[in-house]
Structures are given as C-alpha cells and as structure tokens.
C-alpha cells in the first residue's frame, strides 16, 4: 500500500470511528438521564436507519450496567447487512433506499408499540440515515407497491434527499414527527438519539423526522412531483390522491412547533458530518498536510461537484506549491441516470470518477471519496481512491473515464484498477466524505 493510499484510508477511518454509536450512545444516555434520573416505568425503544442496530446494541449494553432495575424491550429496523448483536430489542433487517414488506412488517410493529405506551413510560428512538425508507408505513390508502414506486421515480429523478422527503413525510403513518405524535397521545416521555446524515443536521430531515416538528405541507410535496416532472405516468394515483386530499384538509398535516409546546418530546443530534470531518483534519495534520474543510453541506450532481473540486485543488495547487494540502469536504450528491441506463456505482463513486476526469493536468493529486456508512450506492464498495499510480495504471489499460461517466459506471472504472474503498457495513451514517491531497 502506498503511502498516499494509507493516508487517504486512514483519514477516512478517523472520520467513521468519531461517529461510532458504541462510543457516543452510553455519552448521550449519561446526559440525557443522569444518576438518579433512569427511565421509570416502561422503556420502549425504536429505531430505523443504517446505524440503529448499532444504536440499540449500544443502549441495551449500557442500560444493563447503568439500569440494572429498568426492563428494556423494542424493535429497530435496519439495512440488510447492517444487524448488531441485541438480547431484549428486536433488529428487523428490511429494503433500503427501496422499502420492502419487511420493512412495513417492521414499521406496523413499531407503531403498535408505541401505541400501547402509557402515562410515565419513556419511549428513545434511535435514528439515522436509512430511516426514511425503512420506516415505511404507508397512510391508509397507500400499499407498499406504490410507496416503492414513488421512491423509485424519486431516486431516479436526481431528486435531493431532503425534497424526497418532504414526499415521503405526507405519505407516511410514522415520519414527519408522526411517531412523536402517537406517543405524545399517550401521554409518554419521548427521547430521540439522531445520527446526522444530512446537510443542517435537522432534526426534521434526519430519517424524515419521526419525532420531530416538519415545516413541509403538502403542497411542498406536490411542488417536488411537478419540479421533477413525476405525475400520473410515474406515480400511483393512489398516492396523489392522498397528497391531494391533504392539500384539501381532507387528511392531518404532519407535525408541526405548536403541537410540541406542552409535549414532553426532544431530539438529541448526537453525530454529524462536520465533527467527522473534523476527526479527519486532525489525523492529517499529524501526517504534515494542511487540512482546509470545504463544508459539510456540499450538494448537487456528483459530476458537477467533482470538475467544481478539481478547480478548487487546481487553485491551492497552483497558490500553495510545495505545500500540503488536503482538501476536505462532506454533504450528500446526487447522480440522475436515464431511464435506458442501469449504472453502476455511487455517488462517492462518481464524483471521484468525474474529478479524476477533470484534474488531469494536476500532477500531484491522490484523492478518496466514500460513503460513511460503507455502501455507495448499487454495490458493495463504500466508494473508491485514486493517487498518480493509479492514473498513471489507467492510461496503461487504456481506461477513459468519459466514457464510463456517460454510462454511469463508476464502478466498472475503478473495479479493474483495484482502487475501490471496501469497508461493509460500518454501522454508522453521517453522510458521504471526500478527501483531496496535493503536492
């Protein structure tokens, strides 16, 4: 492994492990309820997304040292893959970015549990990144066929994650602060542990905000369909009736501030895509670089951000020369793929793709860009890496990358080089993190 590779891979790793649940769960629990202060009555936990079974893990092992007297019980929902060992919380693996019958199955559970809550008893959810299409539990009306559907049309529409789920809010029996809702009826305590996957780290955005007020209305929803041009030919009638039927006030909106003001409801934001960036900044200082953070909020078509980067680095290249330099940045992208092509990869993977592309007259660059959670897309690779080697090996094989970023094939570039980034499942999620070293 060269030396370029180690520092690329180890950066990275140093931004995934400050976002470990096992670490920050037991921290937030301690805070959250302090000695003395363990839930009383019934404790329910819940959860979806890529890192709450981690999540749960972590709670039941820090509840039977800390709250030896307190009976945890619940059911969390997670990624296939993305299990973690639990003795008294149920992990449901189900279909993610796709939801499944699994997955529904799953979220019925969760609302049937939180359902039963009483006066006193406490309810934690354990949310992350993943949870908007794993907690699918469709408004009545909607079927599981049409919610997959719609989430389908939406992936391809090169839609942003946040405007997917204002969609996905007005659809849905638990998210858009609807889980919050139903507790909240009953009378419980709710405490929601989030790990940030998205740009603001929005209570209201992370997994769609279960247990969050929304600012979304239905008309936002339809907004987004006719911004993407989904109607009737892409989108059950099932669901725009629905989202037409709350236009009209036929249907309750999703949560809103003032259903919160007496309700005895708080979201803890427990990880975000900024603190990882910063844990891997301070691992490169300590191998001589010089790290600038570009942002955790960076969006838009993973090629158009790769050629925007290469500018960036061709300008520190050229200003600071001889000096090291790492460019550092996170947020989420988005790639649209037309309806003839399958594509292969991700958007770590082809925002790399596109910055090798573009930063070909720079000589001494060597970059990696890969998904936190250790998926990137439609693979099992969690992104990929690049360093003048590996350029210098694409030449010799006769590899063009023009040619594969006009098919989407990302994947199929940096396979026959050897340079995916392949972790599996990190049980974490805080978004997608790139990394760029010059001189």
Not at 78 to 93: C, F, L, Q
Not at 164 to 193: C, D, F, P, T
Not at 305 to 328: E, F, W
Request: include cysteine; hydrophobic fraction near 40%; aromatic fraction near 6%.
């Amino acid at each position: 492994m060269s030396q370029q590779e180690t520092i690329l891979k180890k950066a990275f790793a140093a931004a995934v492990a400050v976002a470990d649940p096992q670490i920050i769960v037991p921290q937030y629990l301690a805070k959250i309820f302090p000695l003395g202060h363990e839930p009383k009555g019934r404790c329910v936990v819940v959860g979806a997304g890529k890192a709450s079974a981690s999540m749960a893990s972590a709670l039941e092992s820090y509840a039977k040292s800390d709250w030896p007297q307190v009976d945890v019980e619940g059911v969390v929902l997670t990624r296939y893959g993305h299990s973690s060992p639990t003795a008294h919380i149920r992990i449901i693996e189900a279909g993610h970015p796709v939801p499944d019958q699994a997955g529904m199955d799953g979220a019925k559970e969760i609302y049937r549990l939180v359902g039963e809550l009483q006066t006193g008893d406490v309810l934690i959810a354990l949310i992350s990144g993943g949870g908007s299409s794993l907690l699918t539990l469709p408004q009545a009306g909607i079927s599981i066929d049409d919610m997959r559907q719609t989430t389908e049309a939406l992936l391809r529409s090169g839609a942003p994650i946040e405007e997917m789920n204002v969609v996905r809010k007005h659809l849905s029996a638990i998210l858009g602060g609807n889980l919050a809702r139903l507790a909240i009826a009953r009378g419980a305590r709710v405490e929601a542990l989030l790990i940030s996957d998205v740009t603001g780290d929005s209570p209201a955005d992370i997994a769609s905000g279960p247990c969050a007020a929304d600012h979304s209305t239905y008309q936002d929803a339809l907004d987004v369909l006719v911004k993407y041009g989904l109607g009737r030919g892409s989108i059950p009638a099932s669901v725009l009736l629905h989202l037409n039927r709350g236009l009209s006030g036929e249907v309750p909106e999703t949560l809103k501030a003032a259903d919160l003001q007496h309700a005895q409801v708080k979201n803890h934001v427990i990880a975000t895509a900024y603190k990882s960036l910063e844990a891997a900044a301070d691992h490169i200082r300590t191998q001589g670089y010089e790290p600038v953070i570009l942002g955790d909020t960076i969006t838009g078509e993973a090629q158009a951000v790769g050629v925007a980067q290469a500018a960036i680095a061709r300008h520190y290249s050229a200003n600071q020369a001889g000096k090291r330099v790492a460019l550092i940045s996170g947020g989420e992208c988005t790639v649209t793929i037309p309806a003839e092509l399958k594509g292969r990869g991700g958007r770590c993977s082809e925002y790399l793709l596109s910055l090798f592309a573009a930063s070909v007259d720079i000589q001494k660059i060597a970059a990696l860009a890969a998904d936190t959670d250790g998926i990137d897309g439609s693979e099992k690779n969690a992104g990929a890496w690049f360093t003048p080697a590996i350029r210098q090996t694409a030449e010799e094989q006769g590899l063009f990358p023009a040619q594969y970023l006009e098919q989407h094939d990302c994947y199929g570039f940096f396979a026959q080089l050897d340079a995916l980034v392949e972790t599996g499942p990190t049980l974490t999620n805080v978004n997608d993190f790139r990394i760029i070293l010059l001189n």
